[in-house]
């Protein structure tokens, strides 16, 4: 046995934080406190992030997820939580499907994360940590990602990354058009109402 | 069992983190009555995908050197998170519209379409 490994404990620690908050999320009846145990359980994810070196992805996960997403997720929960909706309840029977195919789903994707995330071959295997200890030391990219990203999404293609500006071209008109349309759909229209009143009817 | 403190994490802990992940929120999805509960659902499956994403172009773990996704896997999860922003502008807009006109928030009170 080696010695502890300090990524591997920062690694449980976050795991097993967002395992158990979406399971919170699942088994929760309660809106206000499932919005919660999803905020949670994304902020737990960014932490996930940050370990696998993906510094800009986490920061933003956690600036425009947490921060934002989830701040709108939150405002649609307080506008709408009437007393009757906010534990709805489940029938017994959807939570029998529900667990079916959800331990269906989970028994394909355990094995097929076991054989995808398998270290190279059986020889480093066996050969131990010397030879892991090789292995990570040769590639220690922690360089900051945040200018290879933005130079990706300009369009220069880099040695581990793409070209990237005509879809970050296409999702900007689409964020721009989508939050239009978003404004637009839940604006209030009681100004209609108002314009039905006998006073203003010929407005 | 103290194999797995000791061991370095590789892309399999990512793999079984991301499907716990997004099963919790496909299940999430089909149960909730609340459609604020469904779109809870929705984000938790996005981001056991961006997971997935994010793990496959790390250099930081170990795993099978044939999956390199590099940057692109986090420029992908990116995408992914700007995507969801604005699916959930575009239902919470729905949500609230339905709330308005329905008062209530029950998909399984949302059935006037059925034919």
């Not at chain 1, 696998?52 to 996960?61: I, N, R, S, T, Y």
């Not at chain 1, 010397?130 to 220069?156: F, K, M």
């Not at chain 2, 172009?57 to 995507?83: A, C, H, K, M, W």
């Not at chain 2, 922003?85 to 919470?92: C, D, H």
């Amino acid at each position: 046995m080696g010695e502890i490994n300090g990524h591997a404990i920062l690694f449980l620690f976050f795991g097993i934080l967002t395992c158990l908050f979406s399971l919170a999320v699942v088994f929760s009846s309660n809106v206000v406190r499932m919005a919660f145990y999803l905020i949670l359980a994304l902020a737990a994810t960014s932490g996930l992030h940050f370990l696998a070196g993906a510094d800009f992805v986490g920061a933003m996960q956690l600036v425009l997820y947490v921060g934002g997403t989830l701040v709108l997720l939150v405002f649609g929960v307080m506008l709408t939580a009437q007393n009757p909706f906010i534990s709805l309840r489940t029938a017994g029977g959807d939570w029998v499907v529900a667990a079916m195919v959800g331990g269906i789903l989970l028994v394909i994707l355990i094995p097929v994360a076991f054989q995808v995330g398998l270290p190279p071959t059986e020889a480093s295997q066996l050969g131990g940590r010397a030879d892991r200890e090789a292995v990570t030391s040769t590639d220690p990219v922690s360089v900051p990602t945040a200018t290879r990203i933005g130079l990706g999404l300009l369009g220069v293609p880099g040695d581990d990354v793409s070209g990237y500006l005509l879809p970050f071209e296409i999702i900007s008109i689409h964020l721009l058009v989508v939050l239009v349309g978003a404004a637009y759909l839940a604006r209030a229209k009681r100004r209609v109402t108002v314009r039905d009143t006998p006073g203003t009817a010929d407005v | 069992m103290t194999e797995i403190l000791t061991s370095p994490v590789g892309l399999t802990h990512y793999l079984v983190v991301g499907a716990v992940m997004f099963v919790s929120g496909v299940v999430c999805m089909a149960t909730k009555r609340n459609a604020l509960g469904v779109l809870m659902g929705i984000e938790l499956v996005l981001n056991g995908a961006n997971l997935n994403f994010v793990a496959f172009g790390s250099n930081f773990l170990e795993r099978n050197p044939t999956y390199q996704l590099g940057l692109d896997g986090q420029i992908i999860s990116l995408f992914v998170i700007v995507l969801a922003a604005a699916e959930a502008a575009v239902a919470l807009a729905i949500v609230l519209n339905f709330y308005n006109n329905h008062l209530t928030v029950d998909v399984d009170r949302a059935d006037e379409l059925r034919g």
